[in-house]
């Protein structure tokens, strides 16, 4: 079938075509011959079941995959009570939306707070995604996927081992492979194919052929400093990484069918474009 393309959220080219309703983007979207949409609830899982529902049959029609992005304040590592109850009540949330609308996943940050023993913190992560689990399938959202998402900043639970780590507890987590931040996380690693050929190597090694084959990606170029990631950044600016065209070349000579979504800094409509058309020329240069 071929890699899925689309963006994060609703850029202003959105809004600057008189659309008004994220209800509109999957018919923009298929206009555009892009096919995935990854809704934004990073400040609050604000949608009803309504919306939710109607949203799901409009991508159903339009061939665009769903996929949630759950709010930022979750902290998966933490060992306060409340920040607990908090983090699994948006995660549980995010997943309720997640199943009104049919979305393929829930992507989300694990946390900040890492601090010195990262080992310990990410214990207490397990251990409060296996209780986040357990509820789901009590409310019946056993089947709707969590996927942790690679941290931009060193200082924060997420590195490609700690994702896989969390994936490996439970089928229901998939990982959610930010190229960004891992670009970013390690000031600058990403920059020859070897080095794009690893994660993707790492991830079907420690789950198995089809969680690679199926992979959620993001890609962007980013802005980083020592501490890591310090903002989204723009094709159209041409000075940032990472390099698309050598990931590009992987899913092809691979044979994958990721879903790839783009968070460029309001264009990211503009941006998952260029990398479709990016991908595109390299497979039809290499079938041909």
């Not at 309504?50 to 029609?61: F, I, S, Y």
Request: with cysteine; glycine share 10%.
């Amino acid at each position: 079938m071929g890699a899925r393309f689309g963006p994060a959220g609703n850029p202003p080219s959105f809004y600057a075509r008189g659309f008004k309703s994220s209800l509109e983007m999957p018919g923009w979207l298929k206009e555009l011959g892009l096919t995935a949409y990854e809704y934004q609830c990073v400040r609050g899982v604000n949608i009803g079941e309504q919306a939710a529902v109607r949203l799901g049959e409009v991508a159903r029609r339009y061939d665009i995959a769903l996929s949630i992005h759950a709010p930022y304040y979750i902290t998966l590592g933490t060992d306060d009570p409340a920040l607990k109850e908090k983090t699994k009540m948006h995660l549980l949330k995010s997943m309720q939306a997640a199943r009104w609308m049919g979305a393929r996943v829930v992507v989300f940050h694990p946390g900040t707070g890492v601090g010195r023993d990262r080992k310990e913190v990410l214990s207490r992560a397990k251990k409060l995604l296996k209780e986040v689990l357990a509820e789901a399938g009590e409310m019946g959202l056993g089947d709707v996927r969590l996927a942790p998402e690679t941290a931009g900043k060193p200082a924060q639970l997420g590195t490609l081992e700690e994702i896989l780590e969390l994936c490996a507890l439970d089928a229901q987590v998939v990982p959610a492979v930010d190229f960004a931040h891992l670009h970013a996380a390690g000031g600058g690693c990403l920059k020859e194919v070897d080095d794009f050929a690893r994660v993707l190597d790492r991830v079907e090694e420690c789950l198995g052929r089809r969680a690679v084959e199926e992979l959620h990606v993001h890609f962007s170029p980013i802005e980083y400093t020592a501490k890591g990631e310090k903002r989204h950044r723009t094709l159209e600016e041409g000075l940032y990484g990472p390099d698309f065209s050598l990931l590009a070349g992987l899913l092809v000579e691979r044979d994958l069918s990721p879903t790839v979504i783009c968070e460029s800094y309001d264009r990211q409509v503009e941006d998952a474009l260029a990398y479709r058309d990016l991908y595109l020329k390299i497979k039809s240069s290499r079938e041909g």
